[in-house]
């Protein structure tokens, strides 16, 4: 076998981990600035945030990592359901017109702007 190639895929694993770091941080940011406002105060507070998340990951074991993150995804689904049966009269209004607009063909025609729709013929 390759004698070197620990070392390559330690680097990568590395690279991966890095690279995935930045990238959450800034889906992090991003959504954190849609809920509580843009402002200074407010990113210098979700990055003291992230960056607290991110020693207490390094430092626990994997196992409590996993039922961290498995807490976590849970409470996002729950505010998730909760918030699809809150908006349920709206789904139910919506569904109905999809449905409607199916039946009468004007889904056929993809692509197109509703007034563009009206003016066309639907084969």
């Known amino acids: 076998m390759l004698p070197w190639f620990p070392a390559v895929l330690a680097v990568a694993v590395s690279l991966f981990a890095f690279s995935t770091l930045i990238t959450w941080s800034y889906y992090g940011l991003k959504a954190w600035e849609y809920l509580f406002g843009r402002s200074k105060g407010s990113e210098v507070s979700y990055k003291c945030v992230f960056l607290f998340f991110t020693v207490v990951g390094t430092v626990l074991t994997f196992t409590q990592v996993l039922n961290f993150a498995d807490a976590a995804l849970f409470v ?3 505010v998730n359901l909760l918030g699809v049966y809150l908006l349920l009269p709206v789904i139910k209004r919506e569904m109905k017109e999809y449905l409607a607009d199916r039946k009468s063909g004007k889904l056929k025609v993809l692509g197109l702007e509703d007034e563009d ?4 013929t639907v084969r």
């Open 117 to 120: 729709l009206e003016s066309s």
């Open 76 to 78: 996002c689904a729950f």
